[in-house]
């Protein structure tokens, strides 16, 4: 039984299927309306999100937060670009979603999706990988609603990154549903979604670590 399926199942032998209906459509249509407004209300400068029908303000990242999304960017970045593999964007990145809109700390796009971005686009595809580096007001929902949307829609790799424990967990997409393959502070980590991607846990934390591995990677 699909996913679908099983959550149809027990709407489908209810009573009161055709008021459950009208009132999801009702609700479905409020939504909609939500994220049109907020299309068109969100402007460069802000980080925002459009999460089940409610706009999400971020604030202001903490230090250790902000150098390993510069580490993981600059690494994964800096790779995606010298073998030509697609593009690498961060934070202010709005990924459009079925439902929800979001804005992770860095996404890889491989060749086939990159290749219709413009110099003006705003709203960019699902991404075939995205880092979250985890705050307390964020934890619940990278690992809630987002860690279930990034799997049922295609993001075929996904690390969350705790940038004070420096530990990096790396979920691989398998039939629909996100593997485990790492969660370590120490060790390789070897992508799945950038082709021939693989470096040292340890530059992802640590500055020296990082311009070592990058060197490496160029290499």
Known sequence: MSAFAELLAPIQSSPFLPELVDELSNLLALERQRRGKFY?????EM???????E???????RNAHLDVTYNIATLVGSYVRAKQLGEVKIEKCLCVFP??????DVV?????KAAAFRQDTMKFPIPDLIVEVISECTEARDRGVKFQDY????????????????????HVLVAGCYD??????????????????RTPLEAVFDSKANTSALRDLLE
């Open 108 to 112: 890889f796009f491989g060749k086939d």
């Open 180 to 197: 485990l393959k790492m969660k370590s502070s120490s060790g390789t980590l070897i992508s799945v979604a950038v082709p021939g991607f």
């Open 99 to 104: 439902r929800n809109d979001y804005e992770p």
């Open 151 to 170: 799997a049922a829609h295609g993001v075929q790799e996904y690390w969350i990154v705790d940038a004070e424990q420096r530990v990096l967990e790396q």
């Open 40 to 44: 068109e209300e969100m402007t460069p």
């Open 47 to 53: 980080k925002v999100e459009f999460i089940e029908g």
């Open 55 to 61: 706009v999400v303000l971020h604030s202001p990242a």
